[in-house]
């Protein structure tokens, strides 16, 4: 695992961007591994500015998101479906067909989350997967004692994550209970792993997943197990390496 230390959060957005660039820049037809939250907003922005530039393009590219809500609406602007629309596709430049979330919504959620795997697998599997990392350790939304062979399925929100999200919704109650996750064991299929952390709320999560022992208790020290994991943190999110 590569650990790259940054003075700020801005040097983490702009670092980490400029390595997701350098694979599309090779690879037009990448398929990237895109996560929601706060923590990969500085990629998106420095992935932007490059789309706007001229230097990089998005039109051939793939996308999976690692996760979604379930049961949440479809018109719900906090949906993974419309973040990662109005927060990636959309200034990335990606075309909208080929970009997908899992189907939070589908009847039968079992046999929408084992079509999600296989179309992941359909596509090539996953050139670069972008993560962030909960103040718990969860990777995507794999929870605390989420398998390591995990595939994309259901599961629980810990009660820390909906108060971690809560400030997205109304009020805490609406944040949704379940949701379908990229399982771990698909998250480590991808070639490349960048994941990205800011913030002395991150700090615990970062050493537990970067230096701790493997365990189904910090999902993110799944990646110790990847021979292509890259950390970029700033110094607060280092603070307790
Ligand atoms: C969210 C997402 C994760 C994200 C994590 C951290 O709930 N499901 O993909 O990495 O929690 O979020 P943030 O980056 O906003 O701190």
Do not use: W
Not at 27 to 49: D, F, K, M, W
Not at 75 to 95: M, Q, T
Not at 102 to 125: N, Q, S, T, V, W
Not at 134 to 163: V, Y
Request: with cysteine; aromatic share 4%.
């Amino acid at each position: 695992m590569e650990i790259i230390i940054l003075p700020d959060a801005a040097e983490v957005g702009r670092v980490a961007g400029a390595k997701i660039a350098s694979i599309v820049a090779g690879r037009p037809q990448a398929v990237i591994g895109l996560a929601t939250g706060s923590s990969p907003q500085g990629i998106y922005a420095e992935l932007a500015r490059r789309v706007q530039a001229g230097s990089l393009s998005f039109a051939e590219a793939r996308g999976f998101a690692l996760d979604e809500y379930v049961g949440i609406p479809a018109d719900h602007p906090e949906s993974y479906a419309n973040v990662i629309a109005r927060e990636v596709a959309a200034p990335l430049g990606f075309d909208p067909s080929r970009v997908r979330v899992p189907d939070g919504r589908a009847a039968d959620l079992a046999a929408a989350a084992k079509e999600y795997d296989r179309a992941i697998a359909e596509a090539g599997g996953i050139d670069v997967q972008i993560l962030g990392i909960g103040s718990n350790g969860h990777i995507g939304f794999n929870e605390p004692t989420s398998s390591f062979a995990s595939r994309t399925r259901i599961k629980t929100l810990a009660p820390k994550t909906r108060q971690d999200n809560a400030r997205f919704f109304d009020s805490p109650d609406q944040v949704p209970t379940h949701c379908m996750t990229q399982g771990l064991g698909t998250i480590l299929e991808a070639r490349e792993l960048v994941l990205v952390a800011q913030g002395a709320g991150k700090a615990d999560a970062v050493a537990a997943a970067v230096e701790g022992p493997l365990s189904a208790f910090v999902p993110g020290s799944a990646l110790q197990l990847h021979e292509h994991a890259t950390v970029i943190v700033d110094e607060a999110a280092a603070s307790g390496l």
